[in-house]
């Protein structure tokens, strides 16, 4: 019987690659859009409208998965956005916006599915992190905020979901060619403006976490880290995937606090 998988920004790069893959080796995948227009229900690859921060969409999209399935085996956290701002000029809606999306929605999403996943006594949840979830860089500090909640949550909810047979797992993905400079990020105007206190910060790091987007290789390995993650139940908690990721985490683990924001300035030029 092929498992059901729920995957929420599921439209584009990370998302949308998984969904495909899943799809092809014969998981029926429902991929999670914003776009009401685009519901599809047909084939393996299903499009359903599913936005994260309107908890009825959430509610709507479960139970028609439910209805049309039984079950939903596996659960891929995948919406997300990053705010660039320095944490002085980040507004109120703002940093609302940042946490609704990436933190709330994935609260949400999860909440509503667990009971079913809970009376099944079987499930996979997957949150797409970042290794910004394990440490911080400039005008990023909403996100990372964001990250490291994502991973808060991560090693607090195995304990709550033990019992039942479900497993949590995060993704730490590192930096990947996809849309995310394009559709993904936000940027504060007074932190990109002329006149900001932090202009020569921001005209030296932007480009650099640009160009590592812009010229990165495709988010294939994210793709087949979650298909390793479905099929392997013993699969680690947390995954770092990507150059920065595997560069990264495993530094901030050997490394002092003094020694590892040192590593980071050197390797920014900060």
């Given at each position: 019987m092929s498992k059901v998988v729920l995957i929420t920004g599921a439209t584009s790069g990370m998302g949308?690659?998984?969904?495909?893959l899943l799809s092809d080796n014969g998981y029926i995948v429902y991929a999670g859009t914003r776009d009401q227009n685009a519901q599809t229900l047909?084939?393996?690859?299903k499009n359903i409208y599913i936005d994260v921060t309107k908890t009825d969409s959430i509610k709507n999209a479960v139970a028609?998965?439910?209805k049309n399935?039984?079950?939903i085996d596996v659960l891929v956290n995948n919406a997300g956005y990053g705010?660039?701002?320095?944490?002085?000029?980040g507004t109120d809606e703002e940093i609302f916006n940042q946490f609704d999306v990436n933190v709330f929605g994935l609260i949400k999403?999860?909440?509503e599915v667990l009971p079913y996943m809970r009376e099944a006594k079987s499930g996979v949840i997957i949150n797409i992190s970042s290794f910004l979830g394990?440490?911080?860089l400039p005008l990023l500090s909403h996100y990372n905020a964001s990250k490291y909640a994502v991973e808060g949550i991560v090693d607090s909810l195995r304990f709550e979901t033990l019992p039942f047979n479900i497993?949590?797992?995060s993704i730490q993905a590192g930096l990947f060619g996809t849309n995310f400079v394009k559709k993904g990020l936000v940027a504060n105007a007074k932190t990109t403006s002329e006149n900001s206190p932090y202009k020569d910060l921001v005209s030296h790091f932007v480009p650099i976490v640009a160009k590592a987007i812009n010229e990165g290789p495709k988010p294939e390995p994210i793709a087949q880290t979650i298909k390793m993650i479905i099929e392997n139940e013993n699969a680690d908690i947390s995954i770092p995937v990507g150059v920065e990721a595997t560069t990264f985490v495993p530094l901030r683990k050997e490394l002092s606090d003094k020694e590892f924001e040192n590593k980071i300035k050197e390797t920014f030029g900060i």
């Amino acid at each position: 019987m092929s498992k059901v998988v729920l995957i929420t920004g599921a439209t584009s790069g990370m998302g949308e690659l998984s969904a495909k893959l899943l799809s092809d080796n014969g998981y029926i995948v429902y991929a999670g859009t914003r776009d009401q227009n685009a519901q599809t229900l047909s084939g393996n690859l299903k499009n359903i409208y599913i936005d994260v921060t309107k908890t009825d969409s959430i509610k709507n999209a479960v139970a028609t998965i439910i209805k049309n399935e039984g079950r939903i085996d596996v659960l891929v956290n995948n919406a997300g956005y990053g705010l660039l701002s320095t944490l002085e000029d980040g507004t109120d809606e703002e940093i609302f916006n940042q946490f609704d999306v990436n933190v709330f929605g994935l609260i949400k999403t999860t909440r509503e599915v667990l009971p079913y996943m809970r009376e099944a006594k079987s499930g996979v949840i997957i949150n797409i992190s970042s290794f910004l979830g394990k440490m911080g860089l400039p005008l990023l500090s909403h996100y990372n905020a964001s990250k490291y909640a994502v991973e808060g949550i991560v090693d607090s909810l195995r304990f709550e979901t033990l019992p039942f047979n479900i497993r949590v797992h995060s993704i730490q993905a590192g930096l990947f060619g996809t849309n995310f400079v394009k559709k993904g990020l936000v940027a504060n105007a007074k932190t990109t403006s002329e006149n900001s206190p932090y202009k020569d910060l921001v005209s030296h790091f932007v480009p650099i976490v640009a160009k590592a987007i812009n010229e990165g290789p495709k988010p294939e390995p994210i793709a087949q880290t979650i298909k390793m993650i479905i099929e392997n139940e013993n699969a680690d908690i947390s995954i770092p995937v990507g150059v920065e990721a595997t560069t990264f985490v495993p530094l901030r683990k050997e490394l002092s606090d003094k020694e590892f924001e040192n590593k980071i300035k050197e390797t920014f030029g900060i």
